[in-house]
């Protein structure tokens, strides 16, 4: 009996132990272990917001990121400007010597980085003490920004009041600038403008004419949000004080000197390699063409033609005891007309007349860098014999 019950134990499912179906039914519906497998696939929306950036976030301000962020940085292409580093280094140059006569002290500037990127993103992570000014390249027809840091812009303050050198720097206050003080900030600025119209000198002549100096970026807009820029940051130091200063030009300013600045170095010319030319030249010179010797053509009515077959004769009007008057061309383009007769035993064209146009409508340039022969080289004579395959 006990083995009987046992039996009817194990054959009944109980109230903790669940059939087989029960269990598979409850692995479909998302209960009992199936539940922990889905969850570890699924999302929560916590990880959805941060692949996404919050797109579908109700709040004003939200940050950029994740799947937004890259599909906004596919909408700019950068190009790549070597000549632009050569400018900035003429720049560091330049200014370091200006600034030790403009503030009679020790000055090394350093240019620490010289990058790629939106204007937005840019103007986004500028701190709110800089100082923005705006100036405007006259040639180029475009604007561009120089930023002074807090500690810059202080630090010229102190030091062309007469601030005692090695006294320390003057802490950082947070006030607005008074106009004694913004006048002392804008000559400095249209100090470093001068000196980077004269970096420019090399890939063409501007003018950088100081606009504005304003406190807030939102003020200091020259470009849209989306549009690139070149952002490039000097570090200057002045005896126990120093700052940082950033020149930030939107490419469109770029845009009349552009092929310039993508030059590899200084004088390159695109196009214009010497030694390939004088080779492509002398290839051409040596190069094998075909002339073909027209003794005469006639016209001829186009049923004449396709009703030509094998043993059909075409009659010419030509005279076998006169001098034969011929046409040379080349890929049916004329060149020179002649007298058909024979040198050595061979058949050759005296060349009477040239058809091809005259010297004097080709350019001293064009005869020059092709090594054209005078057409008086290629008259009639015994030395103007040339052996052809006549037609």
Known sequence: MADEDEQGQAGQPTADQPDMGEAESAATTGSGDGETVDEDRALDQSAIDAMLGDTFSNSALREESGMERIIKAGFVAYERM??????????VRFLSSTLRGFTNDNVDITMEDMRSLRFGDYMSGVPTSSLFSVFRAEQWRNYGLVILDSDLSYAIVDILMGAIPGR???????????????ALIEKLVVITLADLAE???????????????????????????????????????MGD?????????????????REKLAQQFMGENFGSDSIW???LISEIMETSVTVSTVFESSSFPLSQILALKKGSVLHLPCKADAPHNVRMECDGTPLFEGTLGRLHN????????????????????????LGAIPAEHHMAGQEGLHHVSGK
């Open 82 to 91: 070597p000549m632009l580093e050569n400018v900035f280094d003429r720049l």
């Open 346 to 369: 061979m058949q050759a064209v005296r060349i009477d007349q040239r058809l091809i146009p005259p010297e004097e409508d080709l350019t001293p340039e064009l005869l020059a860098s």
């Open 241 to 257: 004080r120093s700052g940082n200063m950033e020149i930030v030009i939107p490419y469109a300013t770029f845009e009349p000197v």
């Open 277 to 279: 030319e004088n080779h």
């Open 168 to 182: 320390g720097a003057k802490a950082v206050e947070n006030r607005p600038h008074t106009a004694l003080e913004r």
């Open 199 to 237: 970096a420019f000198t090399p890939v063409g002549k501007v003018d950088l004419s100081f606009e504005r100096l304003e406190v807030s970026s939102s003020l200091a807009v020259i470009a849209r949000p989306s549009n690139a820029a070149i952002a490039a940051k000097f570090h200057i130091d």
